[in-house]
């Protein structure tokens, strides 16, 4: 059974930074393609960022690109969303979601297979 999780939210003010985790059990977390979504109230959830199963490439939606970064820890199974410069329109749900495959294509959240309960971030003006 595969469970992924997430932590790390929170409430921060404009200008912050929160670092979120997700831990993925029952796949082989270094096969894996993983990604960060969000969903904002009123919202259509939207593509954060991914990365591919080594690290080796990842994708960042334009409006975190130069404030977000993506890694991962394939020897304790986790995943990391640095976040700087945190702005309001940043308040959203945050969803870690992993993949079958090594590659995450477009980053598109249909090619996710497993997703997490998701993590809040808040950031206040």
């Known amino acids: 059974q595969v469970q992924v999780v997430e932590s790390g939210g929170g409430l921060v003010q404009a200008g912050g930074s929160l670092r979120l985790s997700c831990t993925a059990s029952?796949?082989?977390?270094?096969?894996?393609?993983m990604g960060w979504f969000r969903q904002a109230p009123g919202k259509e959830r939207e593509r954060v960022a991914c990365?591919?199963?080594?690290?080796?490439?990842?994708y960042y939606t334009d409006s975190v690109k130069g404030r977000f970064t993506v890694s991962r820890d394939n020897a304790k199974n986790t995943l990391y969303l640095q976040m700087d410069s945190l702005k309001p329109e940043d308040t959203a749900m945050y969803y870690c979601?992993?993949?079958?495959?090594?590659?995450?294509?477009?980053?598109?959240?249909?090619?996710?297979?497993?997703w997490g309960q998701g993590t809040q971030v808040t950031v206040s003006t």
């Open positions: 029952g796949l082989t977390f270094g096969d894996s393609a």
């Open positions: 979601a992993a993949t079958l495959e090594r590659y995450y294509g477009y980053c598109s959240d249909k090619s996710y297979n497993y």
């Open positions: 990365i591919t199963y080594n690290g080796g490439l990842f």
